[in-house]
């Protein structure tokens, strides 16, 4: 059996550790422009989502929804990163085979009673002033199904032979990786229901979606999914920011650049890493976003850093006529720093 860990409104969760007076009330964490004046929701606590308030929506809708209780605050993804190392570090003491797909949810395996298991993970989760929800199924797609069955603070349980149930009783834009789009097609094709779309036969759910698209679809309808849990290292590390005006211009951009060198460094160095690819991400003033990327033999170094972004920011100002309001410096293909310096001695 495989568990599925999401953990409950985490980054509102972890500003109400800061803040306890916060957990009576609505709390909104944003994304917000340069002046604060408008921006996005990124996330929000169960007592916002009550009043309509929901991941992605503009900032204006939010406060239009919002209560004079509500609270509004600028995400802060350093602290959150740390409570999710944490929750990382409990993982670990019950299991090395771990997945971590995002900063608040996770695969991992259990041996023996999963249940037991779980729910002392959960205790210690909740040790830590915060909650989780966990599922637990034969394969991942049924785990993070799971998991969100009896949110928040739920722990569920499918098995083999419950698995068919446990769908039935689920809408089909509830079945991971189906959008509305998607739903919308099925229903004209007469499938309304997760059993609607196990019987159907696949001849005409090919005519409609697609080969590949069809057996993707009729194996979350019988429950089919991946059991292979993938590395937990870290693929990459990033920073974005919002500049104080809109620009488009090499030196200024390259002056922000030099502060996300910078900051990206620390992070870099705290892991012992070093990389071989460099990209640059710019959003326009219409939220258009480019990017621009290179691979490079092995670097570490700020300096390294800055000089291969100064290069993508001059090709991307000369090839794309655009207005930059927010810019992001990521790195990847990481490896370990200690083993690069024993391959470039040998």
């Not at 229903?187 to 993707?216: C, H, M, P, W, Y």
Request: hydrophobic share 35%.
């Amino acid at each position: 059996m495989i568990a599925h860990i999401d953990m409950d409104a985490f980054f509102a969760s972890c500003e109400e550790l800061r803040r306890p007076e916060l957990k009576k009330k609505p709390v909104v964490i944003c994304i917000y422009t340069r002046n604060k004046s408008s921006g996005a929701v990124s996330t929000c606590d169960y007592q916002a989502r009550e009043l309509g308030i929901d991941s992605g929506m503009a900032l204006r809708e939010a406060k239009d929804k919002a209560t004079d209780e509500t609270v509004f605050l600028e995400a802060d993804h350093d602290f959150y990163r740390r409570k999710s190392e944490e929750l990382l570090a409990i993982l670990s003491s019950f299991t090395s085979k771990i997945q971590k797909t995002s900063i608040d949810e996770a695969y991992f395996r259990l041996g023996g009673d999963e249940v037991e298991k779980a729910k002392k993970i959960k205790a210690r989760v909740e040790s830590l002033g915060l909650t989780a929800s966990i599922g637990i199924a034969p394969n991942k797609f049924l785990a993070k199904l799971a998991s969100g069955d009896d949110k928040p603070d739920g722990l569920k349980k499918v098995g083999k032979d419950s698995k068919k149930d446990f769908l039935s009783e689920k809408d089909i834009i509830d079945l991971h990786g189906v959008g509305s789009k998607t739903e919308k097609k099925l229903e004209e094709a007469g499938i309304e229901t997760v059993e609607d779309l196990r019987e159907v036969n696949n001849t005409i759910l090919a005519q409609k979606f697609g080969r590949e698209k069809a057996a993707s679809l009729k194996r979350k309808a019988i429950g089919k999914g991946s059991r292979k849990l993938e590395s937990g290292e870290q693929k990459q590390i990033s920073k974005i920011k919002t500049m104080e005006r809109n620009s488009r211009s090499h030196r200024y951009i390259m002056k922000e650049i030099k502060q996300l060198a910078g900051e990206l460094d620390k992070r870099i160095k705290s892991k012992q890493k070093a990389f071989r690819k460099i990209t640059i991400i710019g959003i326009d003033t219409e939220l258009n976003q480019y990017t621009r990327s290179t691979k490079i033999d092995t670097a570490e170094s700020k300096k390294e850093l800055i000089n291969h972004s100064d290069r993508l920011i001059r090709r991307l100002i000369e090839e794309e006529n655009a207005s930059l309001r927010r810019i992001g410096l990521r790195v990847s293909d990481l490896v370990d720093r200690n083993t690069q310096m024993t391959l470039q001695k040998f």
